[in-house]
């Protein structure tokens, strides 16, 4: 029986896609699906509807990028393992645990071999596992320097989480090292690959709400474990800022596609609560941009769990709210239309894809295909720098001027190819 590790639905959703790779594995090798004799159903409906959700290219599970999964913890546990589930081009096929029990349990619920457990001494023999093409770092932010580094060396191609690490230094030598590997870095910014954002982004460089002005966002939570490892300096780097605030801050970089430069920021660490003896409860920061775009965020470690944004024009202004949420987000946008002479209010309502499926092929294709990733360890550097610029300028109290990025730091939109 498999254990009761995952979530109900998690379960379904990877019986599901399990069962279709056993299938797809049992077949004879000429008859495999591939993209180009793919199962395609014709559309059924009026061309005023919108389209059917229809069968598309699906890779075998031969085909498709298999992955290490670096650090079993809540994220890995919960959302990254299932949303292998529901991804087309990538799949788990190795996992690196400190505790080999847990990592044996989740192997074998999985389908993966139990010679490719490994932990956090054997890693580096990650090399010799052909099987393993890239390696997703989900451990502590300070970990993840030592990790892409050594997964780098082991020539596999890294897929780290947010925020990229806790300093400036390390981000460049996680880039650094990674170039001298030949093999892609990519920061799993999960947003900038959902749909809605996604969405957002194209509204907004369609001119739809005019010259972007202003932008407001809320990422807050209330912490409860004092000795979690987010409430040390030395494994975190930092407190609400780089962990939750970071949505807030590059949501503002990627919606308007500028970079700030000068921030203001002030920060709270009260001293008579014992979860904060290392790092800050709160952050307020304000950011300038060169075109006169401004962007307000707050992000608290003390406050209910709470998460929106919301961007202004000079025509009209749109919100996701929930903004951050693995599930669930939520737009709305307002516009006056002058045929009806009526300011609108408008709820799109977009399908939902689980975004962290969506991140992972998207560097799974770039892997296949040798293209650039949309976030790769530039985008990640760049929020270190200005996160950096932040907890200088609430040490201060003063401004802090910001250089530009040498080159931009984003490669291509994603797209469905991509
Ligand atoms: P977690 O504490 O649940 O898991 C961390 C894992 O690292 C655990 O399995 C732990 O055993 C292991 N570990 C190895 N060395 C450790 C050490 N010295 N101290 C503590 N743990 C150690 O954390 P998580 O929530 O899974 O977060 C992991 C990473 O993922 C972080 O970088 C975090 O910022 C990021 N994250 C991203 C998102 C997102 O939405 N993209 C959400 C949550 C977390």
Redesign the pocket.
């Known amino acids: 029986m498999m254990p009761d590790l995952l979530p109900a639905a998690s379960r379904r959703d990877f019986l599901r896609s399990a069962s279709g790779l056993v299938a797809a594995a049992a077949l004879p090798q000429e008859s495999k699906p591939n993209q180009q004799d793919d199962v395609q159903l014709s559309q059924i409906h009026a061309k005023t509807e919108q389209p059917e959700k229809v069968p598309g290219p699906i890779e075998s599970s031969d085909q498709r990028t298999g992955y290490a999964i670096v650090?079993?913890?809540?994220?890995?546990l919960g959302?990254i393992l299932p949303a292998m589930g529901k991804s087309k081009y990538s799949k788990p096929v190795a996992l690196v645990?400190?505790?080999r029990e847990k990592a044996h349990k989740i192997a074998a619920q999985y389908g993966i071999k139990p010679t490719s457990v490994y932990d956090?001494t054997t890693y580096d023999q990650l090399a010799s596992n052909p099987e393993v093409k890239a390696v997703y770092i989900?451990?502590?932010?300070s970990?993840?320097e030592e990790f892409v580094v050594r997964g780098a060396k082991a020539g596999k191609h890294i897929l780290c989480?947010?925020?990229m690490a806790t300093s400036v230094k390390a981000c460049e030598h996680m880039i650094a090292a990674c170039k001298t590997a030949s093999v892609k870095l990519m920061i799993?910014y999960?947003s900038q690959y959902e749909p809605y954002d996604k969405a957002l982004v194209k509204m907004i460089r369609s001119g739809k709400f005019g010259t972007l002005k202003q932008f407001i966002s809320t990422n807050s939570q209330n912490q409860g474990d004092p000795t979690?490892?987010r409430l040390k300096k030395s494994?975190a780097g930092g407190g609400c800022m780089p962990?939750v605030g970071v949505y807030c801050l590059n949501a503002a970089r990627f919606l308007s596609g500028e970079e700030p430069t000068e921030v203001f920021a002030a920060i709270d660490q009260p001293k008579d609560d014992p979860r904060f003896t290392e790092v800050e409860a709160s952050c307020q920061a304000i950011l300038k941009f060169p075109s006169g775009f401004t962007a307000t965020f707050n992000t608290a470690y003390n406050a209910h769990k709470s998460q929106f944004l919301r961007v202004e024009g000079t025509e009209g202004f749109a919100e996701l709210n929930p903004a951050f949420a693995?599930h669930g987000i939520k737009m709305k946008f307002s516009l006056y239309e002058p045929q009806l002479k009526l300011e609108m209010a408008h709820e799109p309502a977009i399908e939902e894809k689980d975004q962290f499926a969506e991140e992972m092929d998207h560097f799974s294709l770039c892997i296949q295909k040798d293209l650039q990733p949309h976030t790769p360890g530039e985008e990640g550097l760049q929020d270190q720098r200005i996160t950096d610029a932040i907890y200088e300028s609430a040490r201060t109290g003063k401004p802090i001027r910001l250089q530009p990025p040498p080159s931009p730091t984003r490669g291509p939109e994603p797209t469905e190819e991509a």
């Open positions: 650090g079993l913890g809540r994220l890995a959302e645990s400190g505790d956090y989900v451990l502590p932010n970990l993840h989480e947010k925020p799993a999960r979690q490892w494994l962990d693995y």
